[in-house]
């Protein structure tokens, strides 16, 4: 298994990591995934990061580089590589690689779990959206 940085553009407009990123976006569709990726792929800070095992890719996190934060913008494992470590170690070759003390994420309580198992420690917000408002976490690990 390894863990880079995704340069093909291609790929991350299709429907095969719109299938694995789906999980970690609200109501998600293709179109919106697709608009929303060809804004991270303008963005200078934000780099994504693929798991390949045999030339088949099973998970991508999202991440947001700016001068001396990094947040997670969205990571998200297949349905069917799930609950084998993929999401952490994705986490931790991350930091490794691009030399990261902390990095941080916003959840909700559906991936709070994941959230401390891989370390984060968690503060509880509450936000208010257009629909109503919504429990979150704002989640930090450090080296």
């Known amino acids: 298994m390894r863990i880079m940085l995704c340069e093909n553009a291609n790929w991350l407009r299709s429907e095969e990591a719109f299938a ?58 297949s349905d069917n590589a799930r609950r084998k470590g993929i999401g952490k170690q994705l986490i931790q070759c991350v930091m490794k690689s691009e030399n990261l003390e902390s990095v941080k994420a916003q959840t909700d309580d559906d991936s709070i779990g994941f959230y401390r198992k891989c370390g984060f420690s968690d503060e509880r917000i509450v936000v208010e959206y257009p629909d109503g408002a919504a429990v979150r976490y704002n989640c930090v690990l450090h080296k």
């Open 20 to 77: 694995i990123y789906a999980s970690c976006m609200y109501r998600p569709k293709y179109e919106d995934y697709k608009a929303q990726m060809e804004d991270y792929l303008l963005d200078s800070s934000v780099k994504v990061f693929v798991c390949e095992n045999r030339g088949m890719k099973m998970g991508m996190m999202v991440l947001m580089l700016l001068e001396d934060t990094a947040e997670i913008i969205g990571i998200a494992v």
